[in-house]
């Protein structure tokens, strides 16, 4: 992070994606600061950065229910039936991306949400749910 503090990046400029167990699949949400609860890709950039400096792009994976289960979780791949919601946040994302450029993460957030709906509860499912 050396270079931020080179070429004179403000903090606030700087947008962090990431995955979110606490989010049900498919929910998007920005926020600015916070702890990393849990997460080390946050925890690392927070070692670098003002925690309370940059913003955050929530992405929802959902959690698997078992506080044992999460780290294979957090590392596997999405399910093919996960894809195609997967694929339209990330649509949504660049559609969208004009609004976080200018800062307006409100709208960009709700702008996400209306191009790619998510239901707001549930998770992923774990191996061997069923729909029935």
Do not use: C
Not at 27 to 36: I, L, N, P, V
Not at 40 to 53: E, K, Q
Not at 81 to 100: C, H, N, Q, W, Y
């Amino acid at each position: 992070m050396p270079r931020l503090r080179f070429y004179k990046i403000p903090q606030n400029d700087i947008v962090v994606f990431y995955d979110e167990i606490d989010l049900a699949p498919g929910r998007f949400r920005m926020k600015t600061g916070g702890g990393a609860a849990g997460n080390n890709g946050i925890r690392s950039i927070s070692a670098w950065l003002d925690t309370d400096g940059y913003r955050r792009a929530r992405l929802g994976t959902g959690h698997p229910g078992q506080a044992e289960l999460v780290h294979g979780h957090v590392l596997s791949d999405f399910a093919k039936s996960e894809r195609e919601g997967v694929d339209k946040m990330l649509d949504a994302i660049t559609k969208s991306a004009a609004l976080l450029v200018r800062g307006d993460d409100e709208k960009f957030q709700g702008e996400v949400m209306r191009l790619a709906p998510a239901e707001k509860a549930g998770g992923r499912k774990k191996p061997g749910d069923t729909d029935a």
